[in-house]
C-alpha cells in the first residue's frame, strides 16, 4: 500500500534554512504536495510538484524530487516565526484523485530565536 | 465565499449519540472527500466520492456514512459515537483528474 514518512520534528533557528524530508513509496505517485497547518487551523497548500519535475521554486519554498529514490523536500529560505506549524507531505496516485490524498505523519518545525 | 465550508466548526456530544457534519463546496469540483485528524496530527483518508463512486477507507468503522444530496454537498453521518471518534474532520474537493484539492477549516469533534 501506499505510505509516506516525514520525521516528526525539526528545530531551526531564525533566520536560517529548513529543510523538510519526505519519502514516499508509490511508484505511480503523480502529484507530490506540502501543506501548512498552523495551530488550531485547516490545511493550507503550500506548493506541489508533477512527478516529471525534480526541482520547483516559489519564493522563499523550494522543492527538490528525486523520483528514483522516492524522495521529496521542502526548503524553507530564512525561515521566520511565522513559520511555525506542521508541514504536512502528501501524494496523490494514479487514480485520477478519485482516492484522494495520502499524507505523511507531518513535521512540527519549530523556531528558535 | 468560503470555497469549502463545513458546519459547525465545534461539536461536543455524548457517547451513543448519532450526529452530522455537513460540507458544502462552491468550486464546482467533481469529487468530495472526508478525512480525519486525530489527535497525534495523523490525517487519514475515510472516504472519496464523485457522482459515480464510493471509495471507503477499509479502516473505517460503518457507523460513518458520507451522504451526498447533490454535487456540491457531502455530509457526514456518525451513528452510536464513541470516545475514539474524538478528532477533527476534514471536507476536501478536488476536479476529477486535477492536482488542486481543496480543504475546509475542519470540525473539532468532542466525545464525552
Known amino acids: 500500500g501506499e505510505d509516506v514518512e516525514q520525521s516528526l520534528f525539526l528545530s531551526v533557528r531564525e533566520g536560517d534554512s529548513s529543510v523538510i524530508n519526505c519519502t514516499y513509496t508509490?511508484?505511480?505517485?503523480?502529484?507530490l504536495y506540502w501543506y501548512k497547518q498552523e495551530p488550531g487551523a485547516g490545511l493550507q497548500l503550500l506548493t506541489y510538484?508533477?512527478?516529471?519535475?525534480d526541482m520547483k521554486q516559489d519564493q522563499r519554498l523550494t522543492v527538490l524530487l528525486n523520483k528514483k529514490d522516492k524522495h521529496l523536500s521542502l526548503r524553507i529560505a530564512d525561515t521566520q516565526t511565522g513559520d511555525s506549524a506542521i508541514y504536512f507531505c502528501?501524494?496523490?496516485?494514479?487514480?485520477?484523485?478519485?482516492?484522494?490524498?495520502?499524507f505523511g505523519k507531518g513535521t512540527h518545525l519549530i523556531i528558535q530565536p | 465565499d468560503t470555497a469549502v465550508s463545513q458546519t459547525p466548526k465545534y461539536l461536543v456530544t455524548q457517547m451513543g449519540n448519532d450526529k452530522s457534519i455537513k460540507c458544502e463546496q462552491n468550486?464546482?469540483?467533481?469529487?468530495m472527500y472526508w478525512y480525519k485528524q486525530d489527535s497525534k496530527k495523523f490525517l487519514k483518508i475515510m472516504f472519496s466520492?464523485?457522482?459515480?463512486?464510493?471509495?471507503i477507507n477499509e479502516t473505517v468503522p460503518n457507523r460513518f456514512s458520507p451522504k451526498s444530496p447533490d454535487k456540491a454537498h457531502l455530509n457526514l453521518h456518525i451513528n452510536s459515537l464513541e470516545l475514539g471518534d474524538s478528532a477533527v474532520y476534514f471536507c476536501?474537493?478536488?476536479?476529477?483528474?486535477?492536482?488542486?484539492?481543496?480543504f475546509g477549516s475542519g470540525t473539532r469533534l468532542t466525545v464525552v
Open positions: 468550486l464546482g469540483h467533481d469529487t
Open positions: 510538484i508533477f512527478s516529471n519535475m
Open positions: 508509490d511508484s505511480s505517485s503523480t502529484y
Open positions: 502528501a501524494e496523490r496516485g494514479s487514480g485520477g484523485g478519485a482516492d484522494g490524498l495520502t
Open positions: 466520492y464523485n457522482n459515480k463512486e464510493l471509495i
Open positions: 476536501a474537493s478536488s476536479p476529477l483528474g486535477a492536482y488542486g484539492y481543496t
